[in-house]
C-alpha cells in the first residue's frame, strides 16, 4: 500500500535504507552537524556513495523545473508519482535493481518538505536544521532550496535563509521573491529592494508575486518614487490584470495619501476580490469621503460574487464615527449580526467606539457585556468610553477590573482626566506611573502637559518641562505644541513667545502659530494677536490651513476687527476652504461678532454642508445680539428638518428664552425637562446655569434657589453665581447673601466672586460691607482681571484700561471727554456713584466713573471717525451701569449710533435708548 511521509515514517524510510549505505555513511548522511552548505553535495559525499547516486540525480534539476517558473511565494512540494512501502526493506533492493530507486528517493524528497512544513508549523528551529543538513547531502535542487528558504523565513532566521539563498548556484524568480516578500516584511525593506534589483539585472522576471513583494517594501518606508516605477514595469509586462498586483498598488498609492490615483485604479480593474473592495473604502475613509465609503459598500453587497468580512466592518464603522452617521453606523451593526462578526473582536471593538461617538452609555455598556472575547484594546475602550460621557468614577471603576493593562490603557486614563477639567487627578495618576517605571510615550507627555494647562500653575508647568527635557524625547510636534499651549494657559506669554520665535519644527509651524493667537487673546492681548498676524501678511509667512484660518477668524471676532475679518474670508474662498465645515463656522461666528449679522446669515445659507456646531452658531449669533425671538425661531426650523440638537443646543436655546419679548418660563421649563426624556441628555451644569438666568431675568429668585437646591448632583460656582447676579440685578440682598456664602465655600480664591458679591453691596448702598470686601482681597494678594475697552480705527486696535494714559493721544482723549460729559450732564446725565467700589470723597468717585475705560474708548472712537458713522466698542467684561447710562445720553448729545460688545452681548444705544432694554 502506497504511504505517503511524515516525521513518523519519514524515521522508518530512513532506517530502511541502511542496507544500502554503510552505518558510517548512514550516520554522516542523517546525523552531521549543523552548518550552513558550503558547495555542492557530490564534493561531500565519499566517491562510491556519489557514484551510487550520480544516476539518481542528473534530471533533478529537470524534475522540478516546471515548478519554479509558476509556483508562489509558499513553494509546495510535487507528490511523488510512486510511493515506496516502508515495511518490506527487500521490496526496495529489488526496486533498485529494477531501476525505480528515483521513485523511492522522490519520497524521500518529499518527506523533506514535509518536515520544513512542520517546522514552520510549530517553530521547531532545531527540526529545520536538521533537514537542512540532511539537504546539504543531496544534490543540490533549487525547489528544495527554496523551500528551506521559505522555512527559515517563516522561523525568523532571516540570516540562515539568505545564507541558502548564496549557495544557490542558480536562483529562480521564487528564490528572489520569497526573500523580498520576507524582508519587507520585517523591516528588512532596503535589502529587499537591492534584492529586487539584482533580480532584474540578473535577467530573471518577476511575476505578479514578485510585484506584490516589492511593493509592500514600498508601502512600508512609503518610496512612491519606486513604487511608481514598478506601477509602469508591471503595466509593461501586463500584470496590471492582476488583482494582487492592482491591490498592492492601491495600498501603495493609499498610504501615501493620493486616493484619487486609488480610485482610478479600482475603477480599472478587470476583476476585484475582497481586498480590492476593502482598500478603496479605507482609502474613502482616509480621504474622509465618508459618504462615498458607505455607497462602495452598498455597491459591494449588490456584487453577489463579494460577502463582507471583519476589515469591510471595522473600516465602515469608523467611516460612521468620524461622520456621525448614526443611523448608517447601525445599519453597519445590523449587518455584522446577520454575517456572524459581532462576536468578532475587532468589530466588537470598533462598535464600542462607535456607540461611545454615535449612541449612549447604556448602549456601550450592553454591547461590552455581551461580548464573549475581550482583549486589553476592549477594555481600553470602556475606560475611553466613560470618560467621554463624563463618567470618570466608572472610568477609574472598569480601568481598576481591567486583567492586563499596558501604556495605553494608562494614557487613555490620564487624557481622560484632562478631557474631564480633572488636571489634579492627572497629575497625581502621571507621578504613579513614573514612580512605578511605567513606560511613557509622547502621548503620556502630552497629556500630562495639558493637565499642567488645565491647573494654570507656573511652579508645577516649570517642572514637568524640567521632567520633558530630562526625559529626551528631542524634537517632537505634539509635545512642543502642547508645552507652547501650557506656556499660553499659564499666562507666560513672554516664554511661550521665545519658544514660538525658535520654534525649529516645520511640519509644526501650524499649531505653533494658532497656539500663539489663541494664547494672546485668551491672557487679554488680542492687540498682539492682530499684530501677529498682520506681520505675517507682509512676511509672506501666514499660515493658511483650516486650523490657522479658524484660529485667525476667531481672534477677528473676540477683537471685532472686521476689515481684516473679511480680508482673511477672501483669502479661504481664495483658497477653497469655503467648503471645509469648520472654517464656515468660525466665518460665521466672526461675521456675528463683528456686528455684521447679515453676512453671518448668508454665509450659513451659502454652505455647502452645515453640522450641528454651524446651528448652534447661527443661534450663538442671534443671542450675541439679543434676537431671543429670532433665536427661538431656528431652534423651531431645526426641528422641523431633524436636527438632532446636542449638550450646547439646548444651553443656547434656553438662554434664548431669557431675552424674549415675551414671558415665556412655562415654555422653557417645558424645554428643561424634555431634556432627559425626549432627548437622552442629562442637564449639566452649564444647562442648570442658563435656566436659573432665565429665572433670574423674570424675578423668580426663590424658585431659582429652590432648584440649585435640589440639583441631582453637587451645584458648580457657576450656576451659583449665575443666581448672584440676579441677585445684584434685582437688588435682593437677602438671598444674595446666602448665595455668596456657596461661592465662597466652593471658590475662596476667585477673584471674580469677591468683584460680584463687591457689587452686590456696593447696588445697594451698604458700602461698608462693600469695602471690607475689598480689603479681604488686598489681603489675601487678590486681584481681578482689569477691565479693558478697544476700538479699531484706521486697522489698528486702540485699547484703554480705566485712567489709562498710556495712549499717544491720551491728553486730546481726556480733553474731548471733559466736554462730552458736560454737553451729556446737560441733558439729563447725573453721574452713578454706586457703581464705584472705593469709600472716598463724592469728588474723586467721580473722577474715578469719568475715566472708565469704555467712556476713553468712545471717546477717542469719537474723535477719530467720520460725522454719522457708527462707533464700535468692544469691552472684556460687563459693562456698568453708569457707563451704560453715559453711553445712551452720548447717543443723544453727538446724534452718533454707538454699539458695545461687552461680555453679555450686544449693545445698541441710538437717540437716547439701548437695544438691551437697560437689562443685561
Same mark, same amino acid.
Given at each position: ?183 519587507? %516584511? ?523 437646591? %435640589? ?143 469704555? %467712556? ?60 438691551? %432694554?437697560?437689562?443685561?
Amino acid at each position: 500500500m502506497a504511504t505517503v511521509l511524515d516525521s513518523n515514517s519519514f524515521t522508518r524510510f530512513s532506517s530502511s535504507y541502511r542496507f544500502i549505505l554503510s552505518p558510517s555513511l548512514f550516520h554522516n548522511f542523517f546525523h552531521c552537524p549543523l552548518k550552513p552548505p558550503q558547495r555542492p553535495l557530490t564534493s561531500l559525499l565519499h566517491s562510491t556513495t556519489t557514484t551510487l547516486f550520480t544516476p539518481l540525480f542528473k534530471d533533478s534539476k529537470s524534475h522540478h523545473a516546471h515548478h519554479s517558473s509558476a509556483s508562489p511565494i509558499y513553494v509546495l512540494p510535487p507528490s511523488p508519482q510512486t510511493y515506496v512501502s516502508d515495511s518490506n526493506p527487500s521490496s526496495l533492493s529489488e526496486a533498485s535493481r529494477d531501476g525505480d530507486f528515483s521513485a523511492a528517493l522522490d519520497s524521500f524528497v518529499y518527506g523533506l518538505f514535509n518536515l520544513l512544513r512542520l517546522s514552520a508549523r510549530h517553530s521547531d528551529i532545531e527540526l529545520a536544521r536538521a533537514v537542512h543538513a540532511s539537504v546539504v547531502k543531496l544534490e543540490e535542487d533549487t525547489y528544495l532550496g527554496n523551500a528551506l528558504i521559505v522555512a527559515y523565513l517563516k522561523l525568523g532566521l532571516f540570516s540562515d535563509a539568505y545564507n541558502v539563498f548564496l549557495d544557490l548556484s542558480s536562483p529562480d524568480v521564487v528564490s528572489y521573491t520569497a526573500l523580498i516578500s520576507g524582508f519587507s %516584511k520585517s523591516n528588512r525593506e532596503d535589502t529587499a529592494l537591492e534584492l529586487f534589483l539584482h533580480m532584474r539585472n540578473s535577467g530573471i522576471e518577476p511575476n505578479e508575486y514578485s510585484f506584490v513583494a516589492i511593493l509592500t517594501a514600498c508601502i512600508r518606508i512609503m518610496h512612491l518614487d519606486l513604487g511608481l516605477q514598478i506601477h509602469n514595469l508591471a503595466i509593461k509586462m501586463g500584470f496590471l490584470d492582476s488583482a494582487f498586483v492592482a491591490n498592492a498598488l492601491m495600498g501603495l498609492y493609499s498610504n501615501c495619501g493620493y486616493y484619487d490615483v486609488v480610485f482610478k485604479l479600482f475603477g480599472e480593474m478587470r476583476e476585484r476580490d475582497i481586498a480590492s473592495w476593502n482598500t478603496v473604502i479605507a482609502a474613502a475613509v482616509k480621504e474622509s469621503m465618508h459618504d462615498a465609503a458607505l455607497q462602495l459598500f452598498r455597491d459591494m453587497q449588490a456584487t453577489d460574487a463579494f460577502k463582507i468580512d471583519y476589515f469591510t466592518l471595522s473600516t465602515l464603522l469608523t467611516a460612521c464615527v468620524e461622520s456621525v452617521a448614526v443611523m448608517e453606523g447601525k445599519q453597519v451593526h445590523a449587518h455584522a449580526i446577520k454575517a456572524g462578526f459581532e462576536s468578532n473582536l475587532s468589530v466588537g471593538n470598533t462598535l464600542v467606539g462607535f456607540y461611545t461617538k454615535c449612541g449612549t452609555v447604556d448602549d456601550v455598556v450592553s454591547l461590552f457585556e455581551r461580548m464573549t472575547v475581550r482583549d486589553v484594546i476592549t477594555w481600553t475602550e470602556m475606560v475611553t468610553a466613560y470618560m467621554e460621557f463624563g463618567l470618570v468614577d466608572s472610568a477609574l471603576r472598569i480601568f481598576g477590573e481591567m486583567p492586563e493593562k499596558n501604556p495605553v490603557s494608562y494614557n487613555a486614563l490620564l487624557s481622560g482626566f484632562c478631557q474631564n477639567g480633572e488636571g489634579l487627578k492627572a497629575l497625581q495618576l502621571f507621578l504613579k506611573l513614573v514612580e512605578h517605571r511605567v513606560e511613557l510615550t509622547d502621548f503620556s507627555l502630552t497629556s500630562i502637559i495639558s493637565a499642567c494647562s488645565l491647573l494654570a500653575d507656573y511652579r508645577v508647568s516649570k517642572q514637568i518641562h524640567g521632567f520633558v527635557l530630562k526625559f529626551g524625547f528631542g524634537p517632537n510636534v505634539c509635545i512642543e505644541a502642547a508645552l507652547l499651549d501650557m506656556y499660553t494657559r499659564c499666562g507666560r506669554m513672554e516664554d511661550a513667545k521665545k519658544m514660538f520665535c525658535r520654534w525649529q519644527l516645520k511640519e509644526g509651524r501650524s499649531v505653533a502659530w494658532t497656539s500663539m493667537l489663541c494664547g494672546y487673546a485668551r491672557n487679554g492681548q488680542p492687540d498682539e494677536g492682530i499684530l501677529l498676524i498682520q506681520h505675517s501678511q507682509l512676511e509672506g509667512t501666514m499660515i493658511m490651513d483650516e486650523i490657522a484660518f479658524s484660529s485667525m477668524l476667531g481672534l477677528c471676532g473676540v477683537i471685532g476687527c472686521h476689515e481684516l475679518g473679511k480680508q482673511i474670508h477672501c483669502h479661504v474662498i481664495k483658497l477653497g476652504f469655503e467648503f471645509d465645515v469648520g472654517v464656515g463656522n468660525a466665518v460665521i461666528s466672526m461675521y456675528f461678532k463683528c456686528w455684521n449679522v447679515d453676512d453671518a446669515i448668508k454665509m450659513f445659507h451659502n454652505m455647502p454642508k452645515t453640522d450641528i456646531v454651524s446651528w448652534n452658531a447661527l443661534i450663538t449669533g442671534h443671542i450675541l445680539h439679543r434676537l431671543g425671538d429670532r433665536a427661538l425661531e431656528i431652534w423651531s426650523n431645526m426641528q422641523k428638518e431633524g436636527i438632532r440638537p446636542d449638550e450646547i443646543t439646548f444651553v443656547l436655546v434656553i438662554s434664548a428664552y431669557r431675552l424674549s419679548n415675551l414671558n415665556l418660563v412655562d415654555d422653557c421649563r417645558d424645554l428643561f425637562h424634555s431634556m432627559r426624556t425626549v432627548y437622552g441628555i442629562e442637564p449639566t451644569s452649564e444647562h442648570y446655569a442658563a435656566f436659573i438666568s432665565v429665572l433670574g431675568y423674570w424675578g423668580l429668585l426663590e424658585e431659582a434657589e429652590e432648584i440649585i437646591n %435640589k440639583m441631582p448632583f453637587e451645584p458648580t460656582a457657576s450656576v451659583w453665581r449665575t443666581l448672584l447676579d440676579s441677585c445684584r440685578l434685582h437688588k435682593n440682598t437677602i438671598i444674595g447673601k446666602r448665595v455668596a456664602k456657596q461661592i465662597i465655600s466652593l471658590e475662596p480664591k476667585d477673584p471674580s466672586t469677591y468683584v460680584l458679591i463687591a457689587n452686590l453691596y456696593s447696588a445697594s448702598g451698604r458700602w461698608h460691607c462693600s469695602e471690607e470686601i475689598r480689603e479681604n482681597m488686598r489681603e489675601d494678594g487678590f486681584r481681578k482681571h482689569p477691565a479693558q475697552s478697544w476700538i479699531i480705527s484706521q486697522k489698528n486696535m486702540h485699547s484703554f484700561y480705566a485712567r489709562d494714559r498710556s495712549h499717544p493721544q491720551a491728553k486730546d482723549i481726556y480733553r474731548g471727554l471733559e466736554i462730552l460729559i458736560m454737553e451729556c450732564m446737560k441733558v439729563g446725565y447725573v453721574p452713578d456713584t454706586s457703581f464705584v467700589l472705593h469709600e472716598v470723597e463724592e469728588f474723586q468717585k467721580k473722577e474715578f466713573l469719568f475715566h472708565h475705560s469704555a %467712556k476713553l474708548a468712545a471717546t477717542y472712537g469719537l474723535l477719530t471717525s467720520k460725522h454719522g458713522k457708527p462707533v464700535r466698542i468692544v469691552k472684556n467684561i460687563l459693562l456698568c451701569g453708569d457707563c451704560h447710562t453715559f453711553l445712551k445720553f452720548v447717543s443723544i448729545v453727538t446724534k452718533r449710533d454707538i454699539f458695545l460688545r461687552d461680555s453679555s452681548g450686544f449693545h445698541y444705544f441710538s437717540g437716547g435708548l439701548c437695544s438691551c %432694554k437697560d437689562y443685561w
